[in-house]
């Protein structure tokens, strides 16, 4: 691979730590799902203590990547359900009172689990929401570190990474408002990323 002085330019933008603007929610049709590290990912996922990171589709799973573009999503109907486009994240709980079943969020065609929302933290940050659980970060085949759900009173695999996902203004894409089952793009909470 060949690196050009654009290239290099475009990693060192790349390589800038951006900054939640947290007093200025908005709302927007289009956004990105993104986790910050907090330093204390376990060393199957470890590369999750540095940058910063975007739910994107991978394989039909939801996969955490270091390319914001690749994250665009929507929220749809009255549901409400987030997709990308026409493929809905689908949440499938399980495993026992007490472990997760560490199976992986998914992106299904026209579907999506319903309701999984975007809800302000207590910090007043608006972050994925479902059923009242929380997301882990997991090692998956070769470097991929796809996301799974981690329901009330379960507790998050050792060789996992709490993450909490925020959302986070998109300035570009265009939805697509009526695809198969999903419905209508609905706005949804956001915060403006600074770098």
């Known amino acids: 691979m060949q ?6 330019a475009l990693l060192g933008l790349a390589s800038a730590a951006p ?36 739910v994107s589709a991978s394989n039909g799973k939801a ?7 690749r994250g665009l999503l929507y929220k749809y109907g009255t549901g409400p359900r987030i997709a990308q486009a026409s493929v809905g ?8 009172a007490t472990v997760p079943s560490g199976k992986p969020i998914e992106f299904v065609n026209n579907n999506g689990t319903a309701p999984v ?10 972050t994925l ?11 998956g085949d070769g470097e991929e ?10 507790r998050f695999l050792a060789a996992c990474a709490a993450v909490e996902l925020q959302s986070v203004c998109s300035t570009s894409g265009t939805g697509e408002p009526m695809k198969g089952q999903l419905g209508a793009i609905q706005d949804v909470a956001c915060v403006e990323l600074s770098i």
């Open 129 to 139: 929401w479902y059923d009242g659980g929380h997301f882990q970060a997991c090692k």
């Open 3 to 8: 690196f050009t002085t654009a290239s290099l």
């Open 63 to 69: 996969v955490l990547s270091s390319y914001a573009s």
């Open 89 to 96: 994240l689908t949440i499938t709980p399980g495993g026992t």
């Open 19 to 54: 900054t939640l603007k947290t007093r200025t929610t908005s709302t927007s049709p289009t956004f990105n799902l993104m986790y910050q590290s907090v330093g204390n990912a376990p060393e199957p996922v470890d590369a999750l203590n540095k940058g910063t990171w975007y």
């Open 117 to 126: 929302d975007i809800h302000l933290n207590a910090s007043g940050v608006p």
């Open 145 to 154: 570190i796809y996301l799974s759900y981690v329901q009330p009173g379960q």
